[in-house]
């Protein structure tokens, strides 16, 4: 889901070509591609994608009746889930733009939803604009470079996901250090955990993929990349979910976590003050 080695597949110019979609235009992951099916590069990366548009779409029942942004913020997981699909499906460059343009815009909506979580506006309409423009700032540069220039396009996304990413961050530290709930504080610690793991399987596959494709005793790729989908699905799910719960606590709506058939946690309030929620 995240841009891998910007040099990859030059020396395939010319060659048959491999699948359906022809020779990679986009960055090419650790899976070998056409393995599984002539019409899908990367099989299990695109399957494990679906995760993200399940989280999103439940998150988005489950708090439908919540404020707009988190229906927003919910909803662009499963855009996110949807370009990854086409993106690893396809290992075409304009589709690898509808993975990573639509993750940058995912993690601008959790900057607002974090920041702005009082009753009061923290900050003026300047804001929601500035966040805006970052994101348009950023998807211009992106198609700029295009795939004649995939370094710049490399570099560009990975600078400006990571940003956005450390500001969701140091908001959620502040956020936790003023809990006092035992039971959410053990739930973020928990997304802590997953998206760590996760992280470290991204990296794995990136920086390791002649390991994880000549492992010993003929064991074969674990895809990782694959995973770090799926613990990524989760961990979004739960930061969105724990925002969400944060939001309403400082709006004295008296939220409580519930767990739809005992494995997927969702918030509550009290039903009198639903209808305030849709308000903003």
């Not at 499906?89 to 974090?114: A, F, H, N, R, S």
């Not at 956020?175 to 470290?200: E, F, H, T």
């Not at 005992?262 to 305030?276: F, N, Q």
Request: hydrophobic letters at 45%; charged letters at 10%.
């Amino acid at each position: 889901m995240i841009t891998s080695n910007p040099l990859s597949n030059s020396s395939t110019i010319g060659l048959t070509p491999p699948g359906y979609w022809g020779h990679p235009t986009s960055s090419d992951w650790c899976e070998s591609n056409y393995t599984k099916s002539h019409y899908i590069a990367e099989f299990f990366n695109s399957l494990s994608s679906f995760s993200m548009i399940l989280v999103g779409l439940a998150g988005m029942y489950l708090h439908s009746s919540f404020e707009k942004r988190f229906l927003l913020a919910f909803g662009s997981i499963v855009v996110v889930g949807i370009g990854s699909i086409a993106f690893h499906g396809t290992l075409l460059y304009p589709l690898q733009m509808l993975d990573e343009v639509p993750m940058v815009y995912c993690v601008l909506t959790l900057v607002y939803c974090c920041v702005e979580n009082k009753p009061y506006r923290r900050h003026g309409v300047w804001f929601p604009i500035a966040i805006a423009l970052y994101g348009l700032l950023t998807t211009i540069i992106m198609l700029y470079a295009g795939p004649e220039n995939h370094l710049l396009e490399f570099i560009v996304f990975q600078s400006a996901f990571a940003f956005v990413v450390l500001v969701v961050m140091s908001r959620i530290i502040q956020i936790y250090a003023q809990l006092q709930n035992d039971s959410i504080k053990r739930l973020w610690l928990l997304s802590a955990l997953i998206g760590a793991v996760s992280y470290g399987y991204w990296n794995i596959d990136f920086r390791m993929c002649n390991v994880m494709e000549n492992l010993p005793f003929g064991i074969a790729n674990p895809q990782f990349h694959a995973w770090w989908h799926v613990g990524a699905s989760v961990s979004s799910y739960m930061v969105c979910l724990l925002i969400c719960y944060d939001r309403a606590l400082n709006l004295g709506r008296k939220p409580r976590i519930e767990w739809k058939g005992g494995v997927l946690p969702h918030v509550v309030v009290e039903e009198s003050l639903t209808r305030k929620i849709k308000s903003n």
